[in-house]
Nanobody
Framework: VQLQASGGGLVQAGGYLRLSCAAS????????MGWYRQAPGKQRELVAS???????NYADSVKGRFTISRDNAKMTVYLQMNSLKPEDTAVYYC???????????????WGQGTQVTVSS
């Protein structure tokens, strides 16, 4: 199983970026998907998550600016980030909870991370 994340980069404050993360491999079903971030010297934190039924959860710091969405057919999760701030600078990691077979245990899997840098 692989998670391929893309869309990071350098942007000025007030700008936008769209991250995507596609899962591939021997997957029966993808359940929850999410994005986390880790800034230098800080712990990894949840940015946003989305269930298979499209219920969403956001960190207070990104509410109203970021939007998480998913395409179940493509096993892909997206993070639209608008009105970016320098404090959004971090490595962003996608996270996927999936199962290999019907009724099998859920597996928590991390992508490789993509750098987002917001300049002031």
């Amino acid at each position: 199983v692989q998670l391929q994340a893309s869309g990071g980069g350098l942007v000025q404050a007030g700008g936008y970026l769209r991250l995507s993360c596609a899962a591939s491999g021997n997957i029966f079903r993808v359940n929850d998907m999410g994005w986390y971030r880790q800034a230098p010297g800080k712990q990894r934190e949840l940015v946003a998550s989305i269930t298979r039924g499209n219920s969403t959860n956001y960190a207070d710091s990104v509410k109203g600016r970021f939007t998480i969405s998913r395409d179940n057919a493509k096993m892909t999760v997206y993070l639209q980030m608008n009105s970016l701030k320098p404090e959004d600078t971090a490595v962003y990691y996608c996270n996927v909870v999936w199962s290999r077979w019907p009724g099998s245990s859920l597996i928590n899997y991390w992508g490789q991370g993509t750098q987002v840098t917001v300049s002031s």
